[in-house]
């Protein structure tokens, strides 16, 4: 197989995200009261993408197929420009993800800190490929933009958690304090 | 009244050190282009709005930043310099940078159509392409049948998601991804083939690099031909492929194409729509797409006498045979290899005089009355002028009549009988002037795909609010303000009761129902019984939903109204129209700009053939056969004897034949088997005719049932004027030569009228023009000169420098006494109500991709391919309830006969109704419908009648 650039792997056409099944957003008082109260907060319907993208990444998972769709529906957006959108941004995930969803900046300041041997480093400890679930479900790595901390590169951010001046030999740390007491993956 | 206008503000700036003035609002580019100051751009096509994302149109405006000249405003006492060595650097860079990675067999020659915009400044820039490193592949898209993707070529100018956003308003294209991996993707970056993508090829049109091109030109067999011509540049499209300037012949639209031609091996290439009032350039798959049936190896080339042995006559293939599918093969063509044997060629002087002799024959035996003809709206106005002279002139009769009967015959007589002229009061491109556009009984993306983008077009811009009035859910209803999902052949109940709501809350024009109207009083006291709670329970909304899309309607500055079969095709096909044209005028929305009623039609020709005279109660214009005055003009010039008496139409006239009235037929163009109500009707009525002649381009249906058969030519192989549904009358232009020894139609006519004995000789379809526009005062001035690449709107007072009249009635009604008449009509239920054993309500019509019976689209690759199997669509609660999923096979059965094809779950219907398009003979719609008739127009009732669903045996 050619080896790909792994920044082009998650948006390699047609590797469309495996169907699993996905909750409706809108269909229970707790989707639509979100819905309800982002729309009012913006002038523009439009305005809720952002945060009904992330309502959607919090309930599911992940930002799946029917969820952009049903997000294009609901602020009257075509499809094509929710995905648009969605996939600007590498903090929404458009396939499913491990239970540790690994970014790795590559931008510029992580990147002359070595960013881009830190992310080979997460894959190979991980056994994984960019993008890719490992196999146990735990983990999955993918190449972040700036994280908006590059006083401390290079930048990991694992779920909700920054990791900072993470280099390629302190990778098995950084995996090992993900689940204390667990064996390394 | 007009104040007396002020001149546009402008403002002054240098470009270049020349001082320009220019009006305010323009770009800095626009600017300069004006005083021809060429700016080189990338992403900007002037038929789009700008975006202003690949730099290469930068230029110096004395700040710190260059500004992109193709989005920025040009400013008062602004000095632009477009060309410096160092902007000269940055342009230069960024096409390096660009042409890095473009493939290199992108954009050549052989595959572009248009302008491959990368390279040519690639040229005039002497770019180096290996100064930068190549990315690596970004994939070949070839799922979809008409447009290739090559994604390594795009260089995210964004032109085809405002094509097909801004243009088209399709709203498929977006971008997906991010940094270098960012593509263009389509939908949920699904492949271009599985998204909602509806072929119309505007943003290859869009496309300036190698990204998206004709995928026809890529396979193989085009290819191979290029090269075996010797031809490999498109680019040289002038001097190697002939471009013809013609028009689009399928839908009524009347899109204006130039066709690009390979006279060597007499084929078309591709196709492209020019610039036009009518399409703005943009085209439809059907028009872009589908031109390439003319070239299809089953085209007639010899005349064909059926043998002896074929008698007593009847239907030849299995196909046609039966209507229980017992014997059908798969597919969607009539079998040659079963039909043909009983067919010998002839020559043209056998065929043409065995035609002549034995319709003679009939005539003198059995009178005028048992003769008959079905022209066709396919046809030219030439043609149909023709046809029409020859029945009437030469056989002696009135009965006469084309597939306009099938489509708007309840319109045309509604609208004769209220406001004096069937034709439409207003063009559709003025939809972006009315308030409120209102679209029933039209699945118009579908049927009038470029009139439905100035639709959504206005919609979009937010000046023009929708309300959709349908039993579908169609895709128009997704771009409506209000959305009325009535039950079907509920129209009158509902439009009675909007009228109830603009009386109650006085949303009228008092002025305009004063002077201008009669019998406001009788319609009043009638639509008193209609409150929106009656109406809602007949049609199935909610009152308040009428209420809402009735105020709406009637605060509105103006309103323009659109409709089509799902309004005519009833039983109360009339009374629907009539309601529609009590709607328009109680609120005064006829004859300004921005109102108006337009019936879209159908066919190509559907407006010129009935203005031609094919219709049985009239001459051409519109003159009533029974007016002795008028008769006498047309004896004169056609010096023959003319039958005062109004003749039959389609469907009396095969039920003439049934009975055994109507012995000798004469068919150009039609194919009735597929396009009448009630196949199996149709059968036995084709099978008694004594002597038929049938006239057409394939073997088709019809022809099965013909005695001689005359090879025709298609609409590329001929010249003619075509009226399209706005009135524009527009020439047609010769691409190609007719295949074998097929004829021009309306040379057969002449040629089958002289051998008739009512001899008839024109040496050009223009002396056949200047005779019909000689005889009907609307088309009076037109000649084929003056109509020039664009045609012209009939009435056209002056043809020399005008355009024809756009906005009719504007001061009185061409009726009697000038005014518009209210016709109140109670609402009454369609003719064949389900019922527990036929539970559904069948609803027909049309796909995007598919032609009426599917003579032509069905032998055009693309259009075959991208629908090339009937399916009925329907609920997903009503397959629940049948058990039965997506995708099954099933039985569709009513009182008449039963067909078997594919179930399709879909959102667009409601439970209870049923849909299936009529192009499919393999599964013919038409076996199932009723041939119950509106009682006004004689129009079938189409869109009503009832069924049962089961899964098929197997
Ligand atoms: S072909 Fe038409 S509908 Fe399809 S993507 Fe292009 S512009 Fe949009
Ligand atoms: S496909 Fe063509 S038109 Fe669309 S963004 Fe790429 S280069 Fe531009
Ligand atoms: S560059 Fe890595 S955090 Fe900013
Ligand atoms: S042409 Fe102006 S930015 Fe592309």
């Known amino acids: 197989m050619k080896k790909v650039h792994p920044a082009v792997v998650g948006a390699q056409p047609f590797q469309l995200a495996e169907h699993r099944p996905v909750e409706r957003l809108f269909e229970d008082a707790e989707g639509r009261d979100r819905l309800e109260k982002s729309l009012s907060r913006y002038p523009e319907k439009k305005g809720a993408l952002l945060p009904m993208l992330a309502y959607a990444q919090e309930r599911n998972g992940w930002l799946s197929p029917e969820a952009m769709e049903e997000i294009a529906e609901a602020l009257d957006l075509t499809p094509a420009y929710v995905r648009s959108v969605a996939t600007f941004y590498t903090m929404y995930a458009k396939r499913p993800v491990g239970r540790y969803w690994i970014q790795v900046c590559t931008c510029i300041s992580c990147h002359v800190n070595r960013g881009e041997e830190v992310f080979e480093s997460f894959l190979e400890h991980t056994g994984t490929r960019a993008g890719e679930v490992s196999e146990d479900g735990r983990y999955t790595v993918i190449e972040a933009e700036c994280l908006g901390a590059c006083g401390f590169a290079t930048v990991v951010q694992v779920n909700d958690r920054y990791f900072e001046n993470v280099t390629p030999e302190t990778v098995p740390e950084v995996l090992a304090q993900l689940e204390p007491g667990e064996p390394e993956a | ?954």
């Open chain 2, 1 to 954: 009244m007009r104040k007396v206008s002020t001149p546009p503000e402008t403002v002054r700036l240098t470009i270049d050190g020349q001082e320009i003035e220019a009006p305010v609002g323009s770009t800095i580019w626009e600017a300069a282009k004006a005083v021809g100051i060429e700016i080189p751009v990338l992403c900007h096509d002037e038929r789009l709005p700008p975006a202003g994302v690949c730099r290469v149109c930068l230029v110096d405006v004395g700040e710190k930043r260059l500004a992109a000249s193709c989005v920025r405003e040009a400013a008062d006492g602004m000095s632009v310099t477009t060309s410096t060595p160092k902007i000269e650097g940055l342009r230069r860079g960024l096409v390096e940078l660009l042409l890095a990675d473009y493939p290199d067999d992108a954009g050549n020659d052989d595959t572009k159509t248009e302008r491959d915009e990368l390279r040519e400044l690639a040229a005039a820039y002497d770019s180096d392409p290996g100064r930068f490193p190549a990315g690596n592949g970004r994939p070949i898209d070839g799922s979809s049948k008409v447009i290739r993707v090559d994604h390594q070529a795009c260089i995210l100018c964004d032109r085809c998601i405002r094509a097909c956003d801004d243009v088209q308003v399709n709203n498929v294209i977006g971008r997906t991804g991010k940094g270098y991996a960012t593509r263009i993707g389509f939908d949920l970056d699904d492949p271009m083939g599985a998204s909602t993508c509806v072929s119309c090829g505007e943003c290859e049109k869009a496309c300036p690099t190698g990204a998206l091109t004709i995928a026809s030109l890529w396979n193989g067999a085009a290819a191979e031909a290029r090269t075996a011509t010797g031809r490999v540049s498109v680019a040289a499209a002038t001097t190697d492929l002939k471009p013809v300037d013609s028009v689009c012949p399928y839908c009524g639209v009347g899109c204006a194409i130039t066709y690009y031609v390979d006279e060597a091996e007499n084929r078309v290439v591709y196709a492209d729509g020019r610039p036009s009032p009518v399409n703005h350039e943009r085209l439809c798959v059907k028009g872009r797409y589908g031109f390439d049936y003319a070239a299809h190896p089953q085209r007639l080339t010899k005349p064909l006498i059926r043998r002896e042995s074929a008698y007593p006559k009847g239907p030849l293939s299995a196909e046609t045979t039966s209507s229980n599918g017992r014997r059908r093969k798969p597919g969607g063509l009539v079998d040659y290899d079963e039909v043909l044997p009983h067919f010998r060629e002839a020559t043209w002087e056998e065929a043409l005089e065995l035609a002549g002799r034995r319709l003679r024959e009939i005539r003198d035996e059995h009178g005028p009355g048992a003769m008959a003809g079905f022209g066709s709206a396919k046809c030219s106005n030439e043609e149909a002028y023709l046809f029409q002279k020859l029945i009437r002139a030469g056989f002696g009769t009135n009965n006469v009549d084309h597939c306009t009967r099938l489509c708007h015959a309840s319109s045309v007589a509604a609208l004769l009988e209220t406001i004096g002229s069937g034709a439409v009061t207003n063009v559709f491109a003025d939809v972006e002037n009315a308030d409120v556009a209102l679209i029933t009984g039209s699945n118009t993306t579908a049927n009038h795909p470029v009139a439905a983008t100035f639709m959504k077009q206005a919609a979009k811009s937010g000046r023009t609010k929708i309300i959709v009035v349908e039993p579908r859910h169609i895709e128009m209803a997704d771009h409506a303000e209000v959305f009325l999902q009535i039950r079907p052949g509920t129209d009158v109940a509902c439009y009675n009761a909007w009228m109830h709501v603009l009386i109650e809350e006085d949303l009228l024009d008092h002025t305009f129902i004063d002077t201008r109207t009669e019998g406001f009083e009788a319609l009043k006291e009638l639509v008193a019984h209609y409150p929106p709670e009656v109406a809602a329970e007949i049609c199935g909304v909610e009152a308040d939903e009428i209420r809402r899309a009735a105020r709406l309607f009637g605060s509105a500055g103006t309103a323009i109204v659109f409709w089509g079969m799902g309004i005519s095709q009833h039983t109360t096909g009339t009374d629907n129209s009539r309601c529609l044209i009590s709607l328009m005028l109680m609120t005064g929305n006829v004859g300004k700009p921005g109102t108006g009623l337009h019936p879209l039609r159908g066919q190509n020709n559907v407006q010129g053939a009935s203005d031609a005279g094919l219709i049985p109660i009239v001459y051409p214009d519109y003159q009533a056969v029974g007016d002795a005055e008028v008769r006498a003009k047309f004896e004169a010039a056609w010096n023959a004897e003319l039958d005062p008496e109004p003749g039959l139409t389609v469907v009396e006239i095969m039920g003439g034949a049934l009975r055994g009235e109507i012995k000798g037929m004469y068919m150009m163009g039609e194919n009735p088997f597929l396009s009448d109500p009630n196949t199996n009707k149709v059968r036995k009525g084709l099978a008694n005719l004594e002597f038929l002649v049938v006239q057409d381009i394939f073997l088709t249906e019809t022809a099965e049932f013909a005695d001689v058969i005359l090879p025709a030519t298609s609409f590329y192989e001929k010249e003619g004027t075509y009226t399209n549904t706005d009135r524009r009358v527009q020439v047609g232009r010769k691409a190609l030569d007719p295949p074998g020894e097929a004829r021009e139609d309306w040379r057969i006519t002449c040629d089958l009228a002289t051998a008739f004995g009512y001899p008839m000789a024109y040496d050009s379809p223009a002396e056949v023009f200047a005779e019909f526009t000689a005889l009907a005062p609307s088309y009076g001035g037109l000649t084929y000169e003056n109509l020039g690449l664009t045609g012209k709107l009939w009435p056209c007072p002056d043809p020399e420098t005008g355009d024809g009249i756009q906005v009719l009635m504007g001061d009185t009604f061409p009726t009697p006494n000038g005014l518009g008449k209210f016709v109140p009509c109670e609402f009454e239920p369609a003719k064949e109500l389900p019922d527990e054993e036929y539970p559904f309500v069948l609803n027909t019509g049309r796909l995007l991709e598919h032609w009426h019976t599917g003579t032509m689209t069905r032998r055009s690759r693309a259009l075959h391919e991208i629908a090339p199997v009937p399916e009925v669509e329907m609920h997903a609660s009503d397959l629940a309830m049948l058990e039965l999923s997506d995708g099954d096979r099933v039985t569709v059965t009513s009182r008449r006969g039963e067909i078997t094809l594919t179930a399709r779950e879909s959102v667009r219907m409601t439970a209870g109704s049923v849909f299936i398009p009529f192009h499919f003979r393999e599964a013919a719609a038409n076996v199932l419908t009723i041939d119950e008739l509106d009682p006004h127009g004689k129009i079938p009732e189409f869109k009503f009648c009832a069924v049962k669903v089961a899964p098929a045996e197997v």
